[in-house]
């Protein structure tokens, strides 16, 4: 059995690395005031009638952190260990992924604490049309805008929006596509939006490869974590000529040093929900798994996944975080002392909320972008973030994380000063 792990509180972490970023550029004691807490905290309890009659009450969050930029912005996640204080570290960490990103929104985070996998379709509709109507107000195309995350996916996405449809005049029905992003193509999605966090983890290695001189092809891969992120992760460098020798998931963790079938591997899950039971590939421990040798470490479950003995064992040159917050703080010195380079959440996996962003735009214009137009768009705007980062972590000599940060607070601090404080 696992050792039960100590808390871990994932808002002063995140806080913490918000006052080392601005210690780095000088922030302004008003914005770092500012910026400590979120704007919003929505706490909204709400009864469903289940399959067999009973009424079950369920707690769903929305935290609203910043909307200085735009319209707060971030995903719905359905977890059994969603919490007040997970939800607000979330929240701020996509205002600083859409300030590092240009784009014009600010952050935000929700979530209903529940097991998804433990109720029926018909319960699950049923939850995520209440929880919709519950908030109200609290969201809507110009102000919150929702998005899948964990325990979620486009069809969440398709019920909220129909349930906020039908809460608006009919005459604004067609006008309120873009109250969530990451919806079903045929319902207003955008092509490219299902593999834009794992693409955009792929632009953003493919630039950080390039500047060291570290060739992809013939490297291996570890991914934690099979869903949607890590999967689309796979596929797209198994093209790039990196094999995936290690996966895991909640289920457990599987080696295969000739390398997996990514694609083949992808559908199973899809297929099953999970990499259980998937053929080919040998068992293996947590430990194991961690301690497997390879180029290039890929995080993509949930928060607080390499502590101190992970990351002692994890044997790989880059980690790659596609999952928010997956690295400790101790975790991370030492990674960084082992001379591991780490390109962080902030700018790693902020692919999904610019793929977001895309799919608004298109809805506010009734436009419909190619694939191709949107992975040309994710791939300057990964490149272009990238670099930024990378001249601050150099200019500033801190590391890449602290620079996402660093480079994200003084977009927001030339905003505020400019715009001053009301009244």
Not at 194 to 221: D, P, S, V
Not at 258 to 275: M, P, R, T, W
Not at 394 to 412: E, F, S, T
Request: net charge neutral; aromatic share 8%; glycine share 10%.
């Amino acid at each position: 059995m696992a050792t039960p792990q100590k808390h871990y509180d994932f808002y002063k972490v995140v806080q913490d690395y918000l006052d080392r970023a601005a210690t780095v550029v000088d922030l302004a004691p008003h914005v770092r005031t500012i910026l400590n807490q979120p704007k919003n905290e929505i706490i909204v309890n709400f009864p469903v009638r289940m399959d067999n009659g009973e009424v079950r009450l369920f707690k769903g969050y929305r935290v609203q952190h910043n909307n200085l930029l735009g319209p707060f912005k971030g995903g719905m996640r359905y977890h059994p260990q969603v919490s007040l204080d997970d939800v607000k570290a979330l929240a701020a960490m996509m205002t600083w992924k859409s300030a590092l990103m240009r784009l014009p929104f600010g952050g935000g985070k929700g979530g209903i604490k529940f097991d998804p996998h433990s109720v029926s379709r018909h319960e699950l509709q049923k939850i995520t049309r209440r929880f919709t109507h519950a908030l109200g107000e609290n969201i809507g195309p110009d102000f919150d805008i929702p998005a899948p995350d964990v325990g979620t996916n486009s069809q969440a996405m398709a019920w909220m929006m129909d349930t906020y449809s039908n809460m608006v005049g009919s005459n604004q029905k067609q006008s309120v596509k873009g109250v969530v992003t990451g919806k079903p193509v045929a319902s207003g999605g955008t092509l490219g939006r299902e593999k834009a966090t794992g693409q955009g983890m792929i632009y953003c290695l493919i630039e950080w490869a390039k500047e060291r001189g570290f060739e992809l092809e013939g490297k291996t891969m570890v991914v934690q974590g099979f869903g949607n992120v890590g999967s689309n992760a796979a596929v797209i460098l198994s093209k790039l000529g990196v094999s995936t020798i290690a996966v895991g998931d909640h289920t457990g963790y599987l080696y295969n040093p000739e390398g997996f079938n990514a694609h083949k591997l992808q559908d199973h899950v899809k297929a099953n929900g999970s990499i259980a039971g998937y053929p080919n590939g040998k068992a293996i421990t947590r430990e194991e798994f961690f301690a497997t040798k390879t180029d290039i470490f890929a995080p993509c479950a949930l928060e607080n996944q390499i502590d101190d003995a992970e990351a002692r064992a994890i044997n790989a040159t880059v980690v790659v975080e596609g999952a928010n917050g997956p690295t400790t703080p101790s975790g991370e010195k030492i990674l960084l002392e082992k001379g591991v380079e780490i390109l962080p959440d902030v700018l790693a996996n902020s692919g999904g909320v610019t793929v977001s962003y895309y799919e608004w735009v298109q809805n506010k214009r009734s436009e419909s972008w190619s694939e191709e137009e949107v992975d040309e768009r994710l791939e300057v705007a990964m490149k272009r973030a990238y670099r930024d980062v990378s001249d601050m972590a150099r200019n500033k000599k801190c590391d890449l994380r602290v620079a996402a940060y660093a480079v994200a607070l003084q977009r927001i601090e030339a905003v505020y000063k400019e715009r001053e404080i009301f009244p």
